[in-house]
């Protein structure tokens, strides 16, 4: 049983910051909600513009965020910095 809290706890140990991601998410999120809005307003279907660009956004932000926190962790070693 301790072997398993060990190998759990350090696995943890293991996990970089993903502050950036996060954050990058939510910013594209409603960035592409509003742009997708917009544009879908103008064919009718403002609901589902927002939906289809709430999506994109946020899957463009988390990637440009992922990549963010993973260049911060090189850079400090791998260590979580928050």
């Known amino acids: 049983m301790i072997i398993v809290l060990a190998w759990t706890v350090a696995g943890c140990a293991n996990q970089g910051s993903t502050v950036h991601t996060k954050r990058k998410a939510v910013g594209g999120a409603a960035a592409g909600a509003i742009v997708g809005g917009i544009i879908g307003h103008q064919s009718g ?8 660009g709430g999506a994109a956004g946020a899957a463009g932000g988390a990637a440009l965020g992922s990549a ?5 962790n090189q850079q400090s070693g ?3 910095q928050p």
């Not at 279907?45 to 289809?52: F, P, V």
């Open 45 to 52: 279907r403002g609901l589902e513009g927002a939906a289809i």
């Open 68 to 72: 963010e926190d993973e260049k911060e």
């Open 78 to 80: 791998g260590a979580y």
